[in-house]
């Protein structure tokens, strides 16, 4: 069950309900990691089944969602998501996280810390079993290296699109404006969605990205797919997803806010 974080609420409790009674206008978060286990979570890596959890990379350690790789002797090209079996549509999105230690023997150079949060996200099961990376918006996390500017909370956009300031942006990958991040600090990153009309990405309390028009790229295999099973194009409703690109990273809150 998740937790409910909750301002000025009484708890509601008989035999057939769970609920809370909450004043109007009070803010009810949705804690959709409870620290112990990863119930509610279902992974899905590439060249294995929705469910599988290849080598044990997630875990919870110390009440910490961690990305693992201490069961890995090579990355071998098997990308991970973690999915989180709730869909939403409005909503905001609070995450934080570090990277830590070193990153697998052969991970991609460019995932060298590096994560990402995928919304809107398709169900790990309506992916094919050699898919790399399920069709959503992707929230890029990145670490800085202890040199070169990473900014992080950038989008990328695996079997979609986007729009920033009324054009439509088809490259992978757009950066944020936002600081580097070097070692292994903690970082904070809100994101607010509504549906496939707005995402702002909000790190450590400074806005660092705006933009709209999210949707399937009707180019793309993958989303392909999805649209020939009945899929719409505006992408307005999805699930939240976790990363395991080769680089250990950590999780202690992932706080959710309907809107």
Known sequence: MNRMITRNCTLLITPLLLATSCSPGIEQWISLFNGENLDGWTPKFTGYPAGVNHLDTF??????LTVSYE?????????GHLFHERSFSHYLLR???????D??????????RNNGLMLHSQAPNSMT??????ASVEVQLLG???????????????????????LLITRHCTDSSSDTFHGDQWVTLEVEIRGNELVRHTVNGEVVFEYGGLQLDATDLDAQRLLNSGAPVALSEGLIAIQ???HPTQFRRIDVLPL
Do not use: M
């Not at 875990?59 to 910490?64: A, G, K, M, N, Y």
């Not at 800085?144 to 009324?166: K, M, V």
């Open 144 to 166: 800085g290296n202890g040199a070169d500017e990473r900014p992080t909370a950038n989008i990328c956009t695996p079997g979609t699109h986007f729009r920033l300031e009324g």
């Open 71 to 79: 069961n890995w002797t090579d990355f071998q090209g098997k990308f």
């Open 129 to 134: 079993l050699e898919q790399e990376f399920p």
């Open 244 to 246: 395991a690109e080769s």
């Open 103 to 112: 990153q697998v023997v052969n991970g991609p150079t460019w995932a060298f």
């Open 95 to 101: 995450v934080e996280y570090r990277f830590v230690g």
């Open 59 to 64: 875990t919870v350690e110390d009440s910490l």
